[in-house]
């Protein structure tokens, strides 16, 4: 099994698959590999990946809250939800944390407080009036809720209140790079969760599989594969803990000169 994180991993840095990204991993398929995607994005920004690899294989989203075979209704999809109470409880208290945005976000769910002119392509500008969170709107318990705080500094002190208030419930993982954002979920789900629920799907021994990523979210996936890969542009604490790291940055097919090597494959 080779299980593939999307972002600074198998897309490059225009957030794109390559073409020979796509030859390696169709290839791989053709040669009886089970490729699935392991992602923290909503399926909702995944799914064209999906399709554009032509895979049939389960999809992990949410780092690990959501289960799915896209397109289909699948009886072994699985989530994980969390109180709707706590948007509520944020939402109340948004001016006192200096919250900018909050999302909150299921499988065929997307509400949030308002637009952001820079989503970073997760976010859309301009909200439907469908899409505006309130308490009237969020009907159903969402798989996870996103926080964008004013100022940076903000961060720390949103993550100590949900953690206060909810830790027994959710956690927090802010997000890597520069955008002052948090993500709240489940409590003790990660990508580590949707691996090992493939691997018993499909029968798959954990010395079997192969896990490719290059930030935090991806640690435990890695750790429960048989070989984890980091990326040569993954944080440091990744390479650190990898069983191996890739030659080449995400942004020169690094994943995919990977598994040329390592499965022999003669791409044409």
């Not at 209704?73 to 909050?102: A, C, F, H, P």
Request: proline share 3%; hydrophobic share 35%; glycine share 8%.
């Amino acid at each position: 099994m080779i299980a593939l994180d999307l972002d600074g991993t198998t897309l490059n840095d225009d957030a794109q698959l390559s073409s020979r990204t796509r030859s390696v991993i169709n290839q791989a398929v053709k040669e009886g590999c089970v490729v699935s995607i392991v992602t923290g994005r909503p399926n909702r920004l995944s799914e064209s990946f999906y399709d554009d690899l032509h895979l049939n294989t389960p999809m992990i989203n949410f780092n690990g809250n959501l289960g799915i075979l896209p397109h289909k209704n699948w009886e072994r999809e699985y989530q994980y939800t969390i109180d709707k109470e706590i948007v509520m409880e944020l939402l109340s208290n948004s001016r006192k944390l200096g919250l900018n945005l909050i999302a909150v976000e299921g499988r065929d769910l997307f509400l949030a407080n308002r637009g952001i002119s820079s989503g970073f392509g997760f976010f859309p500008s301009t909200l439907q009036s469908n899409q505006i969170l309130n308490q009237k709107s969020l009907k159903d318990n969402p798989i996870s809720i996103t926080v964008q705080v004013e100022q940076p500094g903000q961060k720390q002190a949103l993550m100590d209140y949900v953690l206060h208030h909810f830790g027994d419930q959710v956690e927090v993982s802010p997000w890597g790079g520069p955008h002052p954002i948090v993500e709240i979920a489940t409590k003790g789900i990660h990508k580590s969760t949707g691996l090992k629920f493939l691997a018993d799907y499909y029968g798959i021994l954990q010395k079997d599989i192969i896990a490719f990523g290059d930030e935090a979210n991806d640690a435990t996936m890695m750790k429960y594969a048989g070989t984890g890969v980091a990326m040569k542009n993954a944080i440091d604490s990744i390479k650190k803990s990898a069983d191996e790291v890739t030659q080449y940055t995400n942004d020169q097919d690094g994943v995919a000169r990977y598994l040329e090597d390592y499965l022999n494959l003669a791409v044409g």
